[in-house]
């Protein structure tokens, strides 16, 4: 089902990447505190890691002892979840500050339409192959909220993009588990069938938001379509981007393509720091970077619809 669409249609393991590097921030020692949560509009973001050095020993013991017990995928999973995937505290008040805040979402089940109508999509076919019935629940994925949308055009979304439940949308992290010892493969291609829908449909988003001043696709355009995935074998992970292909000689979707930008164990100081290093690297961008495309996009589409929207901010890709 992936490779008639083309999804994973070239997979590369680059030389290890430091994430400040990958995303152009500043440098950061391993280990060193820093507030990601006082950077300018991210203080209601819960999902901030700052791992104790007493915390970065028991987590490696907890692997050791994973590892040499043999225990199960779920236990596995779990642990990881409430180490490094932390979520945001939800509330029945819709909040209006505007800020966004990332929804962790685990085993959430959205299954993709087959038909051009609907908001959320699955890649299209180059070749004669199935329906896209994989397994499209992610152990873990986030999501943004709909509070940073502003709440005097909320109410519009639905006609722009795929909005949950009335409350997440975009999302730009895939998280796949699988216990020590079974194939690193099975978690890898799940992962890539889950994200490669999220990065189509924000493909769509973009040629759609282009479509309306009939304007044409630029570097920074390209740059904004990808996706990230973190793939867990037992105690060892990866980091994974998926990036948009695009046919030669124009800006149609062509698949897209994997490619293995770190990877490590959670069974020494230096894998568990950098780990968290990435994660909350991926969660800045998702934020910052990420939601600012997805906004400026959804209000020229608006704004072509009569609706009143403010000015679109001119985005800067690091």
Excluded at 36 to 41: D, T
Excluded at 205 to 224: F, I, M, P, S, Y
Aim: glycine letters at 4%; aromatic letters at 12%.
């Amino acid at each position: 089902m992936l490779l008639p669409r083309r999804l994973a249609a070239e997979v590369k393991r680059e030389a290890p990447q430091r994430p400040y590097s990958h995303f152009g921030t500043p440098a950061r020692q391993l280990g060193e505190v820093f507030d990601y949560a006082a950077l300018k509009g991210l203080d209601a973001a819960e999902v901030w890691l700052s791992l104790s050095d007493h915390q970065v020993e028991r987590i490696i013991e907890e692997y050791e002892v994973m590892n040499d017990k043999h225990v199960c995928e779920q236990e596995y999973a779990s642990f990881a979840t409430e180490t490094f995937l932390r979520r945001q505290s939800r509330s029945t008040k819709t909040q209006a500050d505007r800020k966004w805040r990332a929804e962790r979402m685990l085993q959430l089940v959205t299954p993709p339409a087959e038909d051009s109508g609907s908001l959320w999509i699955a890649p299209p076919i180059f070749q004669q192959c199935p329906e896209f019935k994989f397994d499209l629940r992610p152990d873990c994925s986030y999501w943004l909220s709909l509070a940073g949308f502003n709440s005097s055009y909320r109410s519009e979304l639905r006609s722009t993009l795929y909005i949950h439940k009335n409350w997440i949308t975009c999302p730009y992290f895939t998280v796949e588990f699988k216990k020590d010892g079974q194939s690193a493969d099975q978690a890898t291609w799940q992962a890539c069938a889950a994200a490669s829908v999220s990065l189509y449909n924000r493909y769509l988003l973009k040629c759609n938001a282009l479509g309306v001043r009939a304007e044409e696709w630029t570097g920074l355009d390209r740059a904004q379509m990808k996706h990230y995935i973190l793939t867990f074998v037992g105690a060892e992970y990866d980091i994974w981007v998926l990036n948009a292909l695009f046919s030669e000689n124009s800006n149609a979707w062509n698949g897209c393509s994997m490619t293995n930008i770190y990877r490590s164990m959670c069974t020494s100081t230096a894998g568990v720091r950098r780990l968290e290093s990435w994660i909350n690297e991926i969660h800045l961008w998702g934020l910052t970077a990420h939601a600012a495309g997805c906004e400026a996009d959804v209000k020229k589409i608006l704004e072509d619809n009569d609706i009143k929207v403010s000015a679109i901010d001119c985005l800067v890709e690091d």
